[in-house]
Nanobody
Framework: QVQLVESGGDLVQPGGSLRLSCAAS????????MGWYRQAPEKQRELVAT???????NYADSVKGRFTISRDNAKNTVYLQMSSLKPEDTAVYYC????????????????WGQGTQVTVSS
């Protein structure tokens, strides 16, 4: 019904920048909270940042001041601008979105993207 497609992952040197994108497509009436999570090898998936439909944001302490989450509601797309990247930011980054499918039902369904690899290394 819905697909989340991430892009923008790459190999980057410490101190560098990357911009991730995630576009939602399919049977969508409205997209509510969107977010980015990451999972490093042998670690649990952790929250990176979330953003409400109205633009309210929340960040993990480890990325505050370095990462910026934003969204384009017209395109059902969320972005993550990452700056001053560190080796410990290396992980697979996953997009998440709460999606309402119908104008007649207020329930939402949570979807995940397939993940995009970010590697920070010299």
């Amino acid at each position: 019904q819905v697909q989340l497609v991430e892009s923008g992952g790459d190999l980057v040197q410490p101190g560098g920048s990357l911009r991730l994108s995630c576009a939602a497509s399919g049977t969508i009436f409205s997209v509510y909270d969107m977010g980015w999570y990451r999972q490093a090898p042998e670690k649990q998936r952790e929250l990176v940042a979330t953003i409400t439909r109205g633009g309210g944001t929340n960040y993990a302490d480890s990325v505050k001041g370095r990462f910026t989450i934003s969204r384009d509601n017209a395109k059902n797309t969320v972005y993550l601008q990452m700056s001053s990247l560190k080796p410990e930011d290396t992980a697979v980054y996953y997009c998440n979105a709460a999606i309402r499918h119908s104008a007649y039902f207020t329930t939402t369904t949570n979807y995940w993207g397939q993940g995009t690899q970010v590697t920070v290394s010299s």
